[in-house]
């Protein structure tokens, strides 16, 4: 079947997700009004999976966005697929309710598509501290994800968010929160970092086995924030291999750069906040790779983190010291 924006894909819980969704994250330097303006436009054009999350410090905009384009009769709410996130700093299960509020709150909806426990490590907010900042030592916490979970597990039952799931999980952590004792629901995707350099192969193996979707995210290289990203990582959307390849189609690097994502049959996140580079986006739904230029493609693979969070390696539950 041919994928176009408005494809969904059907998740293990039935409700469906559509395979591109717009991300919103910028750095805080960024005028927050940005978000907001890109997210309408965005709407606008068609995008209808939007992917945000507490820590990004925009719910208030995005939400803006969302109801002005409902109000405005561009959509309807239940066409739109909004993904929140629960940040590490909310993971004791009493904090776990007041973090899902606040984001429902700033957003001013009844509910939320999709729930995800933004990574599997706790942390704990500096005495003093309301945020978590980069310029700041980390604090760890030892709440385990499993009991996190069951809050999520709560929500969804409250019909407060469609479905739940878990973001930068490693094949262990996820087994461990398959085999937890009771578990109601399985996460219904992982959000992770995917792209030419990272392919995720054998995540992506072990996802399928489990009936949970693979969500890509910084498929064009990421936002290189310098708080987040090593800048002296190579820059993607500037590899000579994947220009060649997508001279040949006679498209952007962008473009191909996501097409490689979407054609292995994982969901792609692209943040852009240009009205161009929105629009651009959406041809990768106007071309098809060869399985020849898929396995060029295949061959950029260097298992690059772009976004490491290498604060949090001597955390226990820091996802990428395996290998996947
Ligand atoms: N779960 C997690 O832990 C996690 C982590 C990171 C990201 N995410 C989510 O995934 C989303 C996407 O990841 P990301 O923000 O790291 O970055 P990304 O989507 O890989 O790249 C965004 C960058 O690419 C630029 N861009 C967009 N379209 C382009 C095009 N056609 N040509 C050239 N440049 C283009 C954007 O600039 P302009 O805006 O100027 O176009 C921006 O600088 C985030 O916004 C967030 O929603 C989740």
Known sequence: MALTKDTRITLNDGNTMPVLGLGTYAAPDVPKIQAEEATKIAIDLGYRHIDCAY?????????????????????????????????????????????????????????????????????????????????????????????????????KDAGLVKSIGVSNFNKRQLERLLSKPGLKYKPVCNQVECHVYLSQSKLQAYCKSKDIVLVAYSVLGSHRDKDWVDLSTPVLLEDPVLASVAAKYNRSPAEVAMRFVLQKGIVVLAKSFSVARLKQNLGVFDFELKPEDMETLEGLNKNLHYGAFKEMKQHPEYPFHEEY
Do not use: M
């Open 55 to 155: 820590v990004y410090n925009n719910e208030v905009q995005i939400g803006n966005a969302i109801r002005a384009k409902i109000a405005d009769g561009t959509v309807r709410r239940e066409d739109i697929f909004y993904t929140g996130k629960l940040y590490s700093t909310f993971f004791n299960p009493v904090l776990a309710r007041k973090g899902f509020e606040k984001s429902i709150q700033d957003l001013q909806l009844d509910y939320l598509d999709l729930f995800l426990l933004h990574w599997p490590f706790s942390l704990k907010l500096a005495e003093g501290e309301e945020s978590i900042s980069p310029d700041k030592p980390y604090v760890y916490d030892n709440v385990d994800f499993c009991d996190t979970w069951e809050v999520l597990e709560q929500l």
